[in-house]
Structure formats: C-alpha cells, structure tokens
C-alpha cells in the first residue's frame, strides 16, 4: 500500500487490507460518475460517506495536463483539504480513513471515508424556499455576512474549492455553530492562492446566488466583509478584479442558462 491514515474507531472495518476492504463495503450509492463513487455507510452506529476512486486512466490525465488542468487521480485531494481545514478550524467533513495502492497514477485505486456532517443543509436548498417565502432583510443580510466571512477564512486557509457553490456550503440551525464546506476532492492549497483560482471561487459563489432575491447592495456587502476593507478604498485598488469576478459570474449564468440549470431570473 503506498500511503494509508486509518483512525483507531474504524480500524476494525479497515483492517489488513483498507483498499479492498472499502471496496467490499456496502451502503446508499449517492453519486456515480466516471472513476469516482460515493456511498453513504453505517459503521458502528456512525454515518460515514466513502468515495472510492479507481484511476482515471492515461488519457485523462495527459488530456488535462494539455489544457493547463490538474489533474484529480485520486481521493488524496480530499483527505489532504479536509485535513488542512480541520486544523485550521473550519467545518468540513472530518477525515475517518484514506488509503491508497500502489499502483501507477492512472490506475491507482484510493479512498476517504469522512464523518457525516449530521444536522446540515445545504445553502442552495435554504436559498431555493427564498423563492417561495421571503427572508427577512435580517435574515437575508445575516446569512450573507456569514457566507462572505467564511469564503474569505476559507481563502485565507490557502485553500480553492473550484466548485464554490452554495450547494457546497452548509449551514447548521445551531447559529452559533459556523457554516461548512464539502465535496473537495477538486481542492487545491497554496501558500498564496493565485488571483486566477481566487477569482474563479468567487464567480462560482455569486453565479450560483444570481437567481436569488438578492440585491446589488447585498453584493456590495458580502465585498466588505469578505475584504476587510471599505468599499472605496478596495474598488480604487482592485476593481477590476471585482469586475472581472462579475464578468466571469454572467458567462457562467449564460451557459447554465442554454442548459436550462438556471432560473432566468437574473437581470443584468
């Protein structure tokens, strides 16, 4: 086995052989895609969620090698995100096990099994009811405030998700319990994040907000918190940033909008 973390409460289920263990392992098939599946499991009385990958193979990799991509091959990605977040103090999904074989990077079969984040909604399934029953300006500007304050704690952890959509952020009724983050596995960590992948987040986040009863004031605001900085002094030195993070926000919203994954109540 090429590099393995099992904690002591689930070793029993892991033991001798993690890697094929986890593969015998049953439960509720959640996501199925290409090389990648994730299982909600029971162990113990726990709810656990396994993601298995099983190599993407050479094309894929050198496919995005040659469009300047990263490529995933496995679950370390994940394991390594969850785990720097945990350290730092932000909610994400606790880390139970990871594996990995040792075979080549094409090939390589991997896992994480990650502590269900039990009590959590996701913020796309909140923000949807918005639709139907209004929130509060209360409401709306206190939901905001925490999104803003934690997309920038999540930045300044030196983490991009690459995926920064509300359905990936989480919120618990406790309100003294803060916001969560999930679905990593296309995580990256930086010393200091390049503006490029900053921007991209952020144009992931306010895209996925775009259909919601959300004001430009309310956009301004989550600018303020998630910079720290009055809004004249951030738009005189990194405006176009901000226009950019926009610009990018819109051209996600046209194409959703050709495959019928947006609303079409956004008006620019």
């Not at 921007?199 to 895209?207: E, Q, R, S, T």
Request: aromatic content about 10%; charged content about 30%; hydrophobic content about 45%.
């Amino acid at each position: 086995m090429a590099d393995a973390f099992i904690r002591e409460d689930v070793a029993p289920f892991l033991a001798d052989d993690p890697v094929r263990r986890a593969w015998a392992m049953q439960g509720e098939v959640v996501r199925d895609v290409a090389g990648r599946q994730t299982l909600r499991v029971k162990l113990g009385g726990a709810v656990y969620y396994l993601k298995r990958h099983q190599g993407v193979g050479l094309t894929e990799i050198l496919k995005n090698w040659l469009v300047g991509k990263r490529p995933i091959v496995g679950a370390r990605n994940e394991y390594e995100a969850c785990r720097h977040l945990e350290a730092r103090g932000l909610t994400a999904p606790r880390v139970a096990a990871f594996a990995e074989d040792a075979a080549p990077a094409p090939a390589r079969a991997s896992f994480v099994l990650t502590e269900e984040l039990a009590g959590y909604e996701d913020l796309k399934v909140k923000t949807l009811r918005w639709l139907e029953v209004a929130p509060t300006p209360i409401e709306k500007r206190r939901l905001l405030m925490r999104v803003a304050d934690f997309a920038r704690r999540f930045h300044e952890a030196g983490l991009v998700h690459r995926d920064f959509y509300l359905c990936h952020l989480l919120e618990h009724p406790d309100a003294d319990l803060e916001l969560g983050v999930l679905d990593l596995h296309r995580a990256l960590i930086f010393e200091e994040i390049p503006r490029h992948w900053r921007l991209k987040d952020l144009a992931a986040l306010l895209y996925s907000s775009l259909d919601l009863p959300v004001s430009r004031l309310s956009w301004l605001r989550f600018v303020r918190v998630y910079t720290g900085r009055p809004l004249k002094e951030v738009f005189a030195e990194d405006g176009a940033f901000w226009q950019d993070v926009y610009t990018r926000a819109l051209k996600l919203y046209r194409k959703g909008e050709r495959k019928s994954l947006t609303r079409g109540n956004f008006q620019p």
